[in-house]
């Protein structure tokens, strides 16, 4: 099967979504490629937290939107560009207004929005979204029904792209388990982040690093690899958020056997009360603060064998009732927020006050990606790219709800031009797709006979050892050769002659997983959200950006 349209948009999560609005509305036509149904698929709509964190300032307020540049900045810690953080910092709160005219309502309190103080923010900003992200994909949705020039091919599995003279022409894969071929005048890439290259996430199933390999093998740089963020969630008897605020009311937390897991493991002077008031200030893992202490614990009692039959770590919060909640203090929302997730738990079942839970770490977010410039578009013509798929807007540490509203931000950018991009090149380029295809390893890979599950499943359980809290060159050369010893065994599996899509996720997982590790490899100290066992010290001397890409390999 063949399709032309003037823009691809490959993914449709909260990136992909605006990208085709804004698109659309300059007149062109717009194909969404999407694994699943627009308003389901994708990290945006995943159900993992009973509200969304939205940072935007106030731009009627002086020096507001400045602060949250300098938020963004100081949390990169050097590795963010502040080009795209000052976008980011100025259109926000422009989405507020937008979300809200299409419907997304804003938690509020006494007429005004009820905003509190996020992730590594030095004022409060951050508006509150109940049911996570699904109110702004209903609300997208919605207005992509609107719009007649917005086609959606759902079950579309894209393996790869076709670039002819230096520009991005066209995109292959399997939709509706047909091979498929596109011919586009410009494509943006929103296809999210790689969490389901570990064993536990916070993203939905079809994230597996599917944009980093596709960018990567069509030639386009990536930057900030190395910076993922991780955080601690309520592993059973449900996965969820274990947000921030949550550590103020100072939960219990022991191994199997009942031991308190910081035991013998906290340097002189600092307590477990200590790390978790550290931690109310920001959901994911950094180390830079003593909050680092607590996904350590976490992480490396499970790892050393004294997690729960479940691979946990027992949380328990019974003592945090609406009377203690009162009696701690609340700079952080916990008063508002705790009740909430109360609420939210008990629709799925769950008692937080009355029945045992455990907890683990979880990968959450990649804070780097393709690397664009101020227009979205990638070093490859006619590439564009925004949402977690893009590197630039954060850095080493990542302010907590800047990724919904980078996703509007230059998910808009990215639309609007890819369609200008679309108008100056009026005709569709005559190249051989289908050629392009064949010549493509992960393309070749679909037609394999193989365990795609087993080979998957044993590079999560790599990479959640070696490429989460604790890493060592000696766990991250284990991980790059798991995933190579996986991808030779796949691209020598008997061939056949139905295409697998699970066949090229899992292609995509292998190079996306790999490209992370060689990154995490030459990053020897600890910046961030990236932790260097080995490397426990940040090295000012690496205060530069590294940028991974096929042509030049490894660059600062």
Known sequence: MEITTDVLVIGAGGAGCRAAIEAADCGVSVLIASKGAPGKSG???YPVAEMAGYNAGDARMAGDTQRHYDDIMAAGRKMADGRLAAIVAAGAPGTVRRLEKWGVAFERAEGNYYIFKSCFSSHPRTHVIRGHGE???KAMTGQIALRPNIKIAEDFCVVGLCVSDGTCVGAYGICGGELTFVRAKAIVLTAGGGGRIFKRSMNPRDITGDGYSIAYRAGASLVNMEFLQIGIGFSWPV???FNGYIWEGLPKLLDADGRDIFDGLLPKGVTSEDVMHEHRKHFPFSTSDDSKYLEIAVHSAINCGRGTTHGGIRADLSHMTESHIETVKDDCGIRRMWPMALEYMRTKGVDLLKDGAEIACFAHAVNGGVKIDENAM??????????ECA???HGADRLGGNMMVTCQVFGEIAGKNAAAHALRHRTLCDANISASAKKDEAWNALFKSTDAEEKLGRLQASAQKNLLVRRTEEGLSELIS????????????PSCDKPAPKNAELWHALTSA??????ALARKESRGAHHRADFPFMDEAQGVPIVINERGGLLR
């Open 43 to 45: 990290a945006t709509a």
């Open 135 to 137: 109110p702004i994909l």
């Open 239 to 241: 996965e969820n958020i």
């Open 378 to 387: 990638s070093d490859v013509e006619g590439l564009f790219a925004a949402g």
């Open 391 to 393: 590197g630039g807007p």
């Open 482 to 493: 798991t995933a190579r010893e996986a991808a030779k065994e796949l691209a020598e599996s």
């Open 514 to 519: 790999e490209l992370m590790a060689r990154c």
